[in-house]
């Protein structure tokens, strides 16, 4: 099931610095969206540490289990502009070269041997690491290895040096690692993995492959999911055509090219464009004229507005319900586990898409949250009060802010809590019965079998 990728609108209104819960006033206009900005941030081009909300808890409480979601780092496009010259962008990782990394040399070094790990399938027969002088189509760049480098370090300063959540004698059971097929979604797994694990062992590193981007594994035949992605691809569609100054944009990029609107189109033209933009490239000229930054902003703009509606028509939230729940199922169930003293699979980590993580946010009620900016991560934190073990907490971040009172199960607990975090059973609940009730239904399986009213 592939959506087409429309982009970010504001971020989760937080300040990273403030451990107080800024809730974002819902009265106030928001700010002009300002594309050129927007861009820049879903590149997400690695400078300073960031500073993050991640494991932040009353002193008294312990960290017992934590599941990452991520975005695979920043990549090649998926498709090229007919009749230019592709973005000249070099995928062999080179350590002397910006944006670079301290571990870049040794995690090189280090993917070269891996030949002990257990890899599902095809998984064994993908790249360890992008190698290629020209990159080729989807492939993970050097920035992207390096934003999954930062990610893993950060996570490991907070999860292993503060909290130790995985011994110093750890095994491969502590891990639950997943990647989908892709050579972009493995390499972002093991980067992030690299600067994380206390140390990398490929004995200990099991990668199992999930064949769906929407990690329904076993569960994915859903024919009312499918229904929603249709209508929401109709809405995509019909905002498209309404918008006067898109279609003068493609009309002119068309004469640049010299190939017909329709064609243009279809080639998806905002992914080779956003490599162009977030490498510093000049975007592509022909002997009738460039494209340029005005092009670029139009487009833009276009699927900042997409995101706009997409949040408003519910369309989208319907299909996010039935195609996050088998993830969100599999999720809570490992949290139980957890909760009722399991030490196994402590630490989870799916290397998956925006397809992914999009929807997730989407269902999960997370309507203020940007559209997942290369190299994005999700984190679930499970935390057991330390003045009463049985009791069970989440906290839910996204890049970092803490987001778990904007979920639509969490919301009204924040009014009446003194701790900074959600009940277990306000996940559990929303996921095993609350998901349901928008279709009037009380399982998965009536859910997206039941035809829309």
């Given at each position: 099931v592939h959506l087409i990728p429309v982009n970010p609108v504001r971020e989760d209104g937080l300040n990273p610095k403030s451990r107080k819960r800024i809730m974002p006033d819902l009265l106030t206009e928001p700010p002009a969206i300002d594309p050129v900005y927007e861009a820049h941030v879903y590149c997400n081009i690695p400078t300073v540490a960031e500073r993050s909300m991640e494991g932040h808890a009353p002193h008294y409480f312990k960290l017992v289990s934590v599941q990452v979601l991520i975005r695979h780092g920043d990549r090649y496009p998926l498709y090229a502009i007919p009749k230019t010259k592709r973005p000249d962008i070099d995928c062999m990782l080179m350590p002397s070269r910006k944006p670079s990394h301290p571990q870049l040399e040794a995690f090189i070094k280090h993917m070269s041997k891996g030949s002990a790990a257990q890899m599902d399938g095809s998984l064994s027969s993908l790249p360890r690491f992008p190698s290629h002088s020209l990159c080729e189509m989807g492939e993970l760049t050097q920035t992207g290895v390096v934003q999954h480098l930062q990610n893993g370090q950060l996570l490991r300063e907070i999860y292993i040096n503060k909290h130790?959540?995985?011994?110093?004698?750890?095994?491969?059971?502590?891990?639950?690692?997943?990647?989908?097929?892709?050579?972009?979604?493995?390499?972002s797994a093991l980067a992030l993995l690299y600067t994380f694990l206390p140390d990398f062992d490929w004995k200990k590193i099991n990668m199992r492959h999930q064949w769906s981007t929407i990690f329904c594994s076993v569960s994915c035949d859903c024919p009312m999911r499918n229904h929603y992605l249709e209508e929401e691809q109709h809405r995509q569609y019909s905002l498209r055509v309404k918008n006067n100054d898109l279609e003068k944009i493609y009309v002119d990029m068309a004469k640049i090219v010299g190939i017909p609107t329709r064609q243009l189109r279809a080639s998806n033209p905002v992914d080779s464009l956003l490599c162009s933009f977030c490498h510093n490239v000049s975007f592509p000229c022909t002997k009738a004229g460039c494209i340029d930054m005005e092009h670029f902003k139009v487009i833009k703009r276009h699927q900042l507005e997409d995101e706009r509606e997409r949040q408003e028509k519910k369309l989208y939230f319907l299909y996010a319900l039935l195609a996050t729940h088998p993830l969100l199922n599999q999720t809570v169930n490992r949290l139980q586990r957890i909760a009722e003293g399991k030490k196994e699979e402590v630490f989870v980590l799916y290397s998956a898409h925006d397809v992914t993580l999009s929807p997730v946010l989407s269902a999960l009620g997370i309507t203020e949250a940007r559209f997942p900016r290369f190299a994005a991560r999700l984190v679930f934190e499970l935390w057991q009060d330390g003045k009463r073990p049985k009791e069970h907490f989440i906290r839910i971040l996204y890049n970092g802010a803490d987001v778990t009172f904007q979920t639509s199960f969490c919301k009204d607990h924040y009014k009446h809590s003194s701790k900074p975090m959600c009940p277990l059973e306000k996940f559990v609940n929303f996921v095993k019965r609350d998901m349901f009730l928008i279709f009037n239904s009380t399982s998965y399986y009536d859910a997206c079998h039941r035809r829309a009213l």
């Open positions: 130790k959540l995985l011994p110093g004698d750890w095994t491969a059971k502590q891990l639950y690692l997943e990647t989908t097929g892709k050579s972009r979604t493995l390499q």
